[in-house]
C-alpha cells in the first residue's frame, strides 16, 4: 500500500504581516495568485520566489514551513491570553456555589496580603484563617444561593480550607484566573450504564428499529424490546441463566431519545424535512473559516457496552474478551472477589466547529497532558497515513494550526505543557466553564453521534474483516486487539461520519465543507520541524562529550557543539527530540536552542519506533555480537517501510509512551553495548588498475588478532610468515 498525502485540497493561508520562512529562507507575501503565492525575501536582496499550492502542502507535510504570525506588523500587540467564554454568572447550582466559596477565600486572603496583614506560607495562613473567613463571607451576596437545608463540605462557607488547599487555590487561580477554581466533581462517579451488556445489545438492536420510514411509535418500539427479551429469557432459564431485567418504556424512551435528532429525521421523514427542521439559526458562536475554532473534549468510552451494543461482544472468544480486559461472566479477580464489569478508555478529540470535520483523535486509558500534547500535534499534521493505513477511501487531510481552541477544565489541558504548547505555535484558547455545556457544544454532539452510530457499524463494515484475515491456522480466530478497534474508529470517522450529511450544516457533508471553505479562506500551515520538537517533542537532558549526543544509539554532531564543549567540559545539556523523526534535535546551549543532525543522514524522517524494530530485527539474526552492521540496519529500516509498517504504527491513535522510563528499558534491554560500525565496499585506488577488496573486519566489524598463535592440524604452534596487519588484495584487471 502506498503513502498518499492529497496536495489539491489543500490550501494555506498567510496574512499580508507574517513572517513566513521556508526551508530556512524569510520571506514576506507579497501576492496572492490562482496557482499560489509570490513571496519576497526579507533581507536586503528582496529577491521574489514564487511557490505553488501544491509546493507550500509538499512543504508543509515535512514540516519545512514556519509562520511568525503579525512579525512585520508596527502595531503587533501581545497576543490575547486566556479569556473567559462565559461569565461565573452563567454557572448554577452547586457549582457555582462552590466556585464562589473559593474565589471569595482567595480574594480575602489575597486582600490581606497587600494589606501586609498575611504572608502565603501555612503558619501565617492557620493563625489568621478566622480572619479569612470572616472577610470571605462578607465577599459573598449569598452564603446559601442554594436554599439546601444542609450544604456540603465544599459548599459551606463555615468549613474553613486547610492552609494547603488555599494555596493551591490561590497558585490555580494565579495562573489561570478565577475560571481555573472551577472544579469536576460533577463529572464523578460511574456513569457508565446500569444494565448489563448483553441487555444493552438487545436493546438497541430493538431502538434502532425506531430509525424507519415506516415510522414506528415508541411505544411499538417498547413492546418490541419486551417481547426479545421475554425469548432471550427462555433460552438463559433452559441453559441455567438468571433472567435478563426487561428494560421499563421509560428506559427505552431514553434510548430513543438517545439517537442523533438529525438522523432520526432523515430517516423518518426524509431529507428535506430533516434540511427543514435542522435549517441553522444564526445566533450564538459564529465561525466562517476552517480551525478558525476548535473544540477538544474527552469522551469515557464504557467499551463493554459499546461492544456488546454494536455486537462486537458476541464475536470474541472468552480469552479474546479476557485479553481486551473485557468482563466475562463467572471470572474473579486476584482476591477471588467478582470481576468488575467495566473497562473505559478515553477518547479525547478535536472538532472544527466551521466544517464539523474531526481534525484529531487520542485513545489513551488515562488521559493526561501527553494525551492533550498529542492530540494539538495531531490536529497540525496531514493525516494522510492514518487513512492509507487502514484503507479509507475519504482522504484525512483536514489540518493545519488553529486560530483558537476551546476545552473544558479538565487537568490534561490545564497543564503547563498543554497550554504552552498551544502558546509556541500563537493559538488563542479558552477555557470553557465546566457546568455551562453549550461552550463546546459541537463537540459534545459529536461524542454523541459516536455513540449512537460508530457502534452500531462496527460489525457490518469493519470489524467483519478482521475476523477473515485468516492466520498461519486457518480455524484459529484473529485476536481482536486495541489497534482493532482504532482501525474501525478512523474509518468510520473519515468514510461514514465525515461523508454524511450534518444537520449543522444544512445537510452538507463535514468533507465537502471543508473543501469548500478551506478553498475560499484557507489555513495556517503547520509548524516547522524545529518548532515541532520544541512543542512537541520529548525533553530530557543528556550529556555531551567529544563523541556529540547519543540518543537510542543515534549519534548527533556539530561543529558549534564541540566549540561549546571544550569551554564547558562534557557535562549535561537540555536536549529535544521528536519521535517521529531521528534526523535532528534541537539543544540548548547557554540561552538558545540550536538544531543538531544526526551522523546518519538517512535517519531523516525515521521514527524511533521504526529505528528500534530494524535494531531488534538486526540483532536477532547475530544475538552473539553486540556489533552492528549499520548498513544492515538501514536495509533492515528500508524493509520495514516497505512492508507499510511504518503506516500502521500511524494508524494507531494510541497515546505514545516515551516516558524516561521507556527509554531507559529501550536503552537496556536494546542497546545496550551496541557498538555500529559502517561495512566497507570495494574501492578502486586512484592511479592503480582493480579494486581493493576489503578486509573480513572491515566488511564484518569483527576485529581480527592475526598475530595469535594459531594450533596447525598436528598441534604445533605456526607463528612464521604470519602478516602483523590484516592484508588487503589487489586484483588486476585486464
Not at 484563617?129 to 470571605?136: D, E, K, L, Y
Not at 470481576?339 to 489513551?364: E, P
Not at 465543507?513 to 478551506?518: E, P, Y
Amino acid at each position: 500500500m502506498d503513502l498518499s498525502f492529497t496536495n489539491e485540497n489543500a490550501h494555506y493561508a498567510f496574512g499580508k504581516f507574517d513572517r513566513v520562512t521556508v526551508e530556512g529562507v524569510g520571506y514576506r507575501l507579497h501576492q496572492e495568485t490562482e496557482v499560489g503565492f509570490v513571496f519576497v525575501r526579507d533581507d536586503e536582496s528582496q529577491l521574489a520566489q514564487q511557490f505553488t499550492h501544491e509546493d507550500m502542502q509538499r512543504l508543509g507535510n515535512t514540516h519545512a514551513i514556519r509562520v511568525e504570525r503579525g512579525y512585520f506588523d508596527p502595531h503587533f500587540a501581545a497576543k490575547r491570553q486566556l479569556q473567559m467564554s462565559t461569565a461565573h454568572g452563567g454557572l448554577v447550582g452547586a457549582i457555582k456555589v462552590r466556585t464562589g466559596k473559593k474565589e471569595a477565600y482567595c480574594q480575602a486572603a489575597l486582600d490581606m496580603y497587600s494589606e501586609g496583614l498575611l504572608q502565603f506560607t501555612d503558619v501565617s495562613i492557620k493563625a489568621n484563617m478566622p480572619t479569612v473567613m470572616g472577610r470571605a463571607m462578607e465577599l459573598s451576596d449569598n452564603l446559601n444561593p442554594s436554599g439546601k437545608a444542609k450544604l456540603s463540605k465544599a459548599e459551606d462557607f463555615a468549613v474553613r480550607p486547610s492552609a494547603r488547599t488555599l494555596r493551591r487555590w490561590l497558585s490555580t487561580m494565579g495562573e489561570l484566573g478565577r475560571i481555573g477554581l472551577v472544579d469536576r466533581i460533577d463529572n464523578r462517579g460511574n456513569r457508565s450504564h446500569r444494565m448489563g451488556p448483553e441487555a444493552i445489545g438487545l436493546m438497541m438492536k430493538e431502538v434502532r428499529k425506531y430509525l424507519s420510514p415506516e415510522k414506528p411509535s415508541i411505544k411499538h418500539i417498547h413492546e418490541e424490546v419486551q417481547l426479545s427479551f421475554r425469548d432471550r429469557n427462555e433460552e438463559r432459564l433452559a441453559n441455567g441463566q438468571s433472567p435478563l431485567p426487561i428494560p421499563s418504556r421509560e428506559t427505552v424512551r431514553r434510548a430513543i431519545r438517545a439517537l442523533d435528532p438529525y438522523q432520526v429525521e432523515l430517516a423518518r421523514n426524509g431529507e428535506a424535512a430533516a434540511r427543514k427542521k435542522f435549517r441553522p439559526v444564526m445566533n450564538g458562536i459564529s465561525v466562517t473559516r476552517p480551525l478558525e475554532r476548535v473544540e477538544i473534549d474527552e469522551w469515557t468510552v464504557d467499551v463493554m457496552t459499546l461492544m456488546q451494543t454494536s455486537g462486537m461482544y458476541d464475536l470474541l472468544e472468552d480469552d479474546e474478551k479476557r485479553s481486551l480486559g473485557l468482563y466475562v461472566e463467572g471470572d474473579v479477580d486476584e482476591n477471588g472477589k467478582k470481576r468488575k464489569k467495566s473497562a473505559r478508555w478515553t477518547l479525547t478529540a478535536a472538532i472544527c466547529c466551521a466544517t464539523r470535520c474531526i481534525v484529531g483523535m487520542v485513545l489513551s486509558r488515562n488521559p493526561g497532558a501527553e494525551a492533550a500534547v498529542q492530540l494539538l500535534q495531531m490536529i497540525t499534521t496531514n493525516k494522510g497515513a492514518w487513512t492509507d493505513a487502514v484503507g479509507g477511501m475519504t482522504p484525512w487531510d483536514m489540518h493545519g494550526t488553529p486560530e483558537l481552541i476551546v476545552f473544558d477544565g479538565g487537568s490534561a489541558f490545564k497543564s503547563q505543557r498543554f497550554r504552552m504548547a498551544a502558546s509556541d505555535l500563537g493559538i488563542v484558547w479558552e477555557m470553557a466553564m465546566n457546568g455551562v455545556p453549550e461552550n463546546r457544544g459541537t463537540m459534545e454532539r459529536a461524542f454523541g453521534t459516536f455513540a449512537s452510530d460508530f457502534a452500531p457499524r462496527l460489525t457490518g463494515h469493519t470489524f467483519g474483516s478482521i475476523l477473515e484475515k485468516g492466520d498461519a491456522d486457518p480455524e484459529k480466530r484473529a485476536v481482536l486487539t486495541l489497534d482493532d478497534f482504532t482501525f474501525a474508529l478512523i474509518r468510520w470517522v473519515t468514510d461514514i461520519y465525515h461523508n454524511t450529511p450534518h444537520g449543522g450544516l444544512n445537510g452538507e457533508t463535514p468533507v465537502k465543507a471543508w473543501r469548500r471553505l478551506s478553498k475560499k479562506y484557507g489555513v495556517l500551515p503547520p509548524p516547522d520541524m524545529e518548532m515541532m520538537r520544541l512543542c512537541f517533542g520529548q525533553q530530557r537532558q543528556y550529556r555531551l562529550d567529544k563523541k556529540g549526543i547519543t540518543i537510542l544509539g543515534v549519534c548527533y554532531q556539530a561543529e558549534h557543539l564541540q566549540t561549546y564543549m571544550r569551554r564547558k567540559d562534557p557535562h549535561m545539556v537540555d536536549v529535544r527530540w521528536h519521535p517521529k523523526d531521528l534526523g535532528a534535535i534541537s539543544v540548548r546551549l547557554g540561552k538558545k536552542w540550536f538544531e543538531v543532525p544526526a551522523t546518519d543522514a538517512s535517519l531523516k524522517g525515521i521514527a524511533a519506533q521504526t529505528w528500534l524494530t530494524a535494531i531488534r530485527r538486526t540483532r536477532s539474526a547475530n544475538p552473539a555480537s553486540n556489533r552492528l552492521d549499520s548498513v544492515a540496519v538501514r536495509e533492515a529500516i528500508k524493509a520495514i517501510n516497505d512492508r507499510n509498517e511504518r503506516a500502521k504504527q500511524a494508524s494507531s491513535l494510541n497515546l505514545e509512551d516515551w516516558s524516561e522510563d521507556r527509554m531507559e528499558r529501550a536503552e537496556r534491554d536494546l542497546l545496550a553495548g551496541v557498538e555500529f560500525f559502517e561495512r566497507k565496499v570495494p574501492a578502486q585506488q586512484k592511479g592503480e588498475l582493480g579494486h581493493q577488496i576489503p578486509s573480513t573486519e572491515e566488511l564484518t566489524g569483527v576485529p581480527m588478532d592475526h598475530n595469535a598463535p594459531k594450533n596447525s592440524p598436528g598441534g604445533a604452534v605456526m607463528t612464521e610468515d604470519m602478516p602483523a596487519k590484516p592484508t588487503n588484495i589487489t586484483i588486476e584487471e585486464d
